[in-house]
């Protein structure tokens, strides 16, 4: 699907420049749920736009030039009419739900100074990173997190896009998150993340060896539910700014974006740190609210299963009785999502 509900599936072809000077190249765009895909003619992903973050960087020009953000140095050209109508359409709806960026600067100029002045006693550093989380809209969070994708694409290479795989994906989610205003974007990468990770923004990163080494869904679901239980526990923007520190938290408290060069470093220790362990008690009742055995995924995670006892000794519905996640299609295709 796409971020239009009357395409099932939108392509058009253009020219691609990674950098400025660089030669342009001749690729397929085709545009996703939440993300642009740069393909060449090898069928080979050259890069990912979140839908979220567009520019147009000529409007009311032919051919439009687009970029995947406003200080990025790539561009995207294309003459064909239907493409461009597309993502100026998912450019107004974003921009509809984005607030305006006077106001938002005005607003957190406005909460800035008030909590600067009730802390002149008292300088609590945490308690404004804190709060300048919760104020955060969503889509600032989510070009935040597109920022920091960009990152983890430079550390361990561009996101796994076969289409099969991401539609198998998309199902997953759905079936796993029923209940969530948006679903979690999830990004399987050949390398990287030990296991699973999380970024802010709804982003969950789950490495290329938790679909293909595993004989059922139910292991990818519960990789899945404990990044998600994660974020819900512990903010990652919240995360993120502590890792930030104060200048930068203040700079997106008045502006409403992070400095330059801010996020450099941190994907690399996202990848980096293995996941937090959860106590059962949080995950149990995402198992069983989804009708999955908590078993398969207490073994992935320990193999002798002494660590993860409580998941398989509490196992709401048990290894033989869970429903069915996925077709066994679907499941083939999530398991070659990298290609292999």
């Known amino acids: 699907m796409t971020a239009l509900q009357e395409f099932e599936r939108l392509e058009a072809s253009g020219l691609y420049t990674p950098e400025p000077g660089a030669q342009r190249r001749d690729v397929i765009l085709t545009l996703g749920d939440a993300t642009l895909t740069v393909f060449d003619h090898r069928s080979d992903a050259l890069s990912h736009w979140s839908l979220a973050a567009i520019e147009r960087v000529n409007p009311g020009k032919r051919p439009a030039l687009f970029s995947p953000g406003e200080d990025a140095a790539e561009r995207i050209e294309t003459s064909d009419e239907t493409m461009i109508r597309a993502l100026e359409r998912v450019r107004k709806s974003v921009a509809r739900t984005r607030p305006h960026p006077g106001r938002l600067r005005a607003r957190l100029v406005f909460a800035a100074l008030a909590v600067l002045a009730a802390l002149a006693l008292l300088w609590l550093p945490g308690a404004l990173t804190r709060y300048t989380a919760s104020v955060v809209p969503a889509p600032t969070r989510a070009a935040i997190g597109a920022a920091l994708m960009e990152q983890v694409a430079r550390l361990s290479g561009p996101s796994c896009s076969e289409p099969a795989g991401q539609a198998a994906l998309r199902t997953l989610a759905g079936r796993l998150f029923p209940d969530t205003p948006a679903l979690p974007s999830i990004h399987v990468l050949r390398s990287g993340a030990p296991g699973a990770a999380h970024l802010p923004g709804g982003i969950i990163l789950l490495n290329q060896s938790v679909v293909e080494d595993h004989e059922r869904p139910a292991v990818v679901a519960g990789y899945l539910f404990a990044e998600a239980e994660a974020a819900r526990r512990a903010d990652p923007l919240l995360e993120l700014l502590d890792y930030v ?43 069983a609210a989804a009708g999955i055995s908590s078993t398969p995924y207490a073994y992935a995670v320990d193999i002798t299963g002494e660590s993860t006892l409580a998941l398989i000794e509490a196992d709401p519905v048990g290894p033989n009785r869970s429903v069915p996640l996925l077709t066994d299609a679907q499941w083939v295709a999530l398991q070659g999502i990298c290609g292999g």
């Open 245 to 287: 520190g104060l200048r930068a938290t203040l700079t997106l408290m008045t502006t409403g974006a992070l400095p330059a060069g801010a996020l450099e470093g941190y994907a690399e220790t996202t990848l980096a740190s293995p996941p937090k362990p959860l106590p059962p008690a949080a995950l149990l009742p995402r198992f």
